[in-house]
T-cell receptor, first 113, second 115 residues
Framework: EDQVTQSPEALRLQEGESSSLNCSYTVSGLRGLFWYRQDPGKGPEFLFT???AGEEKEKERLKATLTKKESFLHITAPKPEDSATYLCAVQARSGGSNYKLTFGKGTLLTVNP | NAGVTQTPKFQVLKTGQSMTLQCAQD?????MSWYRQDPGMGLRLIHY???????DQGEVPNGYNVSRSTTEDFPLRLLSAAPSQTSVYFCASSPRLGALGEKLFFGSGTQLSVL
């Protein structure tokens, strides 16, 4: 069974204080690892897809990295508008799992001005 | 560009009532799905469809029915609502989720309370 564990559950930062969110996963052959951002009262919004260990992707203050067991979402010099819940999800390579994503519980990030 | 549209945004039901959550997308996506989101739990897949006339069960299908008669619409039916179905429901679509790394586009959600 595919599993995704995100840590910490909640993180409070001061504006400009860089940090990282962790996503540990167990999957029977990784097809893709996804990061989403979710604002209160809204649906998740896509950020990144990572396919293989060693891959990195960047968007503004966010950088996602991938190893064979975990992914990190690095946030550099965050701003209050980066406050949101960040979700990690995996898609397995085999059979019917091609058609579903397994999500973690998310990390609630709060950035104080 | 509307994307994925869900209606209603909020709904309160009594135990045993039935209702349909609507989901429509205007991106000609093959893949559509329903997730529920509960406090302290990740998004969990209820049902999904890979095209008109084709549906399959996800992780938590009990108590829910779906059908897909058109590419655009994928309604979720609760036949006899139970308090355990109190949740936020998200519809999501993708051009073809089975393709490598194809991402999901989510609607804004329906908050359902069953009393």
């Amino acid at each position: 069974e595919d599993q995704v564990t995100q840590s910490p559950e909640a993180l409070r930062l001061q504006e400009g204080e860089s940090s990282s969110l962790n996503c540990s996963y167990t999957v029977s052959g990784l097809r893709g690892l996804f990061w989403y951002r979710q604002d209160p009262g809204k649906g998740p919004e896509f950020l990144f897809t990572l396919y293989s260990a060693g891959e990195e992707k960047e968007k503004e203050r966010l950088k996602a990295t991938l190893t064979k067991k975990e992914s990190f979402l690095h946030i550099t010099a965050p701003k209050p508008e980066d406050s949101a819940t960040y979700l990690c999800a995996v898609q397995a390579r085999s059979g019917g799992s091609n058609y579903k994503l397994t999500f973690g519980k998310g990390t609630l990030l709060t950035v104080n001005p | 560009n509307a994307g994925v549209t869900q209606t209603p945004k909020f709904q309160v039901l009594k135990t045993g009532q039935s209702m349909t959550l609507q989901c429509a997308q205007d991106m000609n996506h093959e893949y559509m799905s329903w997730y529920r989101q509960d406090p302290g739990m990740g998004l969990r897949l209820i049902h999904y469809s890979v095209g008109a006339g084709i549906t399959d069960q996800g992780e938590v299908p009990n108590g829910y029915n779906v059908s897909r008669s058109t590419t655009e619409d994928f309604p979720l039916r609760l036949l006899s609502a139970a308090p355990s179905q109190t949740s936020v429901y998200f519809c999501a679509s993708s051009p073809r989720l089975g393709a490598l790394g194809e991402k999901l586009f989510f609607g804004s959600g329906t908050q359902l309370s069953v009393l």
